[in-house]
T-cell receptor, first 117, second 110 residues
Framework: EAQVTQNPRYLITVTGKKLTVTCSQN?????MSWYRQDPGLGLRQIYY???????DKGDVPEGYKVSRKEKRNFPLILESPSPNQTSLYFC????????????????FGPGTRLTVL | TQLLEQSPQFLSIQEGENLTVYCNSS?????LQWYRQEPGEGPVLLVT?????EVKKLKRLTFQFGDARKDSSLHITAAQPGDTGLYLC??????????FGKGTKLSVIP
């Protein structure tokens, strides 16, 4: 079954305690990205990756790091979390990002709800 | 980063009614996608449109891409309670970034 998995699904932590949210896809997709979803602000892209070892900033990258050492995994790292990073996070993957055909599909993970106290 | 304006922001209708949701921008899109998101889950892709003027149908859902590729609409005929959810549009302009609208929260009352 084609899927994007994220762990953990829920996390409560304290300010300054480093954490990693894992993301894995089983579709051999080249493109992966991370989004955060906040009430009234919608989905905003944090980072994206076009392939292994190729990453770039999205619209809201401050306070986050990513790595892409393997094609299937794209972890999101918060080195020193702060309360304003409390949010719902989604990982997504697709074969390519430039959706030039109507069959191009982007798959989202189930989300990670993060609370930073 | 281009801006995508979705309207209305909230919509509450009775089962069996029709509705239309809009997604507009001042920028030209290379492609546009519509997603539906249910509480506690990730967005699920409904359709991708890539050609100006394109109309696609998915059962009771009709998607239209504007001729100038700056806007799109989603029309639902005879809404059902199962259509309840957050509808999101997302667009790409040829770069590696997708921009999402803020969404339309639809409630269909039985």
């Amino acid at each position: 079954e084609a899927q994007v998995t994220q762990n953990p699904r829920y996390l409560i932590t304290v300010t300054g305690k480093k954490l990693t949210v894992t993301c894995s896809q089983n579709m051999n997709h080249e493109y992966m990205s991370w989004y955060r979803q906040d009430p009234g602000l919608g989905l905003r892209q944090i980072y994206y990756s076009m392939n292994v070892e190729v990453t770039d900033k999205g619209d809201v990258p401050e306070g986050y790091k990513v790595s892409r050492k393997e094609k299937r995994n794209f972890p999101l790292i918060l080195e020193s979390p702060s309360p304003n990073q409390t949010s719902l996070y989604f990982c997504a993957s697709s074969f390519r990002i430039q959706f030039t055909t109507s069959t191009d599909t982007q798959y989202f993970g189930p989300g990670t709800r993060l609370t930073v106290l | 980063t281009q801006l995508l304006e979705q309207s209305p922001q909230f919509l509450s209708i009775q089962e069996g009614e029709n509705l239309t949701v809009y997604c507009n921008s001042s920028s030209v899109f290379s492609s546009l996608q519509w997603y539906r998101q249910e509480p506690g889950e990730g967005p699920v892709l409904l359709v991708t449109v890539v050609t100006g003027g394109e109309v696609k149908k998915l059962k009771r859902l009709t998607f239209q891409f504007g001729d100038a590729r700056k806007d799109s609409s989603l029309h639902i005929t005879a809404a059902q309670p199962g259509d309840t959810g957050l509808y999101l549009c997302a667009a790409g302009a040829g770069s590696y970034q997708l921009t999402f609208g803020k969404g339309t929260k639809l409630s269909v009352i039985p």
